[in-house]
């Protein structure tokens, strides 16, 4: 059987006689503070930041760039491919001087000379024109003469005779050019030099590259001058030039 001796437990012991006037622990129903400090949100000092458009913007645009210049650098590459271009060949065929003088008084160098180019392009699907064609006659540093020649078009894999004719009329030189003149001249050739500067565009079909400045240089063209005579003529055969931009 139970033992029902002892009183059943039903909660807490009741509080003693007049420990609350109001029957409630102070502060319950006063409003006063939580004891305990509340937890901080993690959130409390998060603040809003609009994009930046013009910063999105900027990016994008820079992405933009960047993109099209690939993608032309790719474009040229592969039309430089395709084509294969090369630069036109220059070599002197003759040289003819007529009534060539020198003045060791004066220091002064008369005579006219032609100079004959043969000039080749290479390439078996571009073209090539020349406009602005300057040329200049030359006793190794010394100017003696310079001229213009007229422009021309070149097709593919064709060859062009070009001319350019040269005059000085008492032309100033410095005293160490009229000794080397005499010199060779009594050694029985004199050397002179060539140089042509031309803007030259390449072209195949629609395709036209943009014009660049072409360089040559003929260099060691020995003419025969005898000390009597005021005549010569290229020695020792065709002489090819150097060609570049």
């Known amino acids: 059987m139970a033992d029902n001796s002892r009183p059943p437990v039903t909660g807490y012991p009741a509080p003693p006689p007049g420990a609350y006037s109001n029957g409630y622990p102070p502060g319950a129903h006063s409003g006063a503070a939580y004891p305990y400090a509340a937890p901080r949100s993690q959130y409390a000092n998060y603040q809003y930041y609009a994009p930046d458009r013009r910063a999105a913007f900027l990016r994008y645009f820079l992405v933009a760039v960047i993109a099209f210049f690939v993608i032309i650098g790719t474009v040229l590459f592969i039309v430089w491919l395709v084509l294969q ?13 007529t009534n060539f003088s ?3 008084a ?3 160098v008369s005579g006219d000379w032609v100079v004959r180019f043969q000039v ?11 406009t602005d064609i300057e040329a200049y006659l030359s006793y190794k540093t010394e100017s003696l003469s310079e001229t213009r020649l007229q422009p021309f ?8 005779v070009v001319q350019a004719s040269f005059a000085a009329a008492d032309s100033y030189v410095d005293n160490w050019a009229v000794s080397g003149i005499n010199a060779d001249r009594a050694s029985g050739a004199v050397s002179f030099q060539v140089r042509l500067i031309a803007l030259a565009r390449f072209k195949a079909g629609w395709w036209r590259a943009r014009r ?17 005579n005021g005549t010569g003529k290229l020695t020792g055969g065709v002489r090819d030039c150097s060609v570049g931009l």
């Open 212 to 228: 660049r400045v072409i360089k040559v240089v003929c260099g060691n063209l020995a003419v025969g001058l005898s000390s009597n």
């Open 153 to 160: 078009d070149q097709g593919t894999r064709n060859q062009t």
């Open 106 to 108: 004066s220091q002064h």
């Open 85 to 97: 271009p090369r630069l036109p060949e220059f070599e002197v065929e003759s040289v003819a001087v």
């Open 102 to 104: 020198v003045s060791n």
């Open 120 to 130: 080749a392009n290479p390439n078996k699907k571009m073209k090539i024109s020349y």
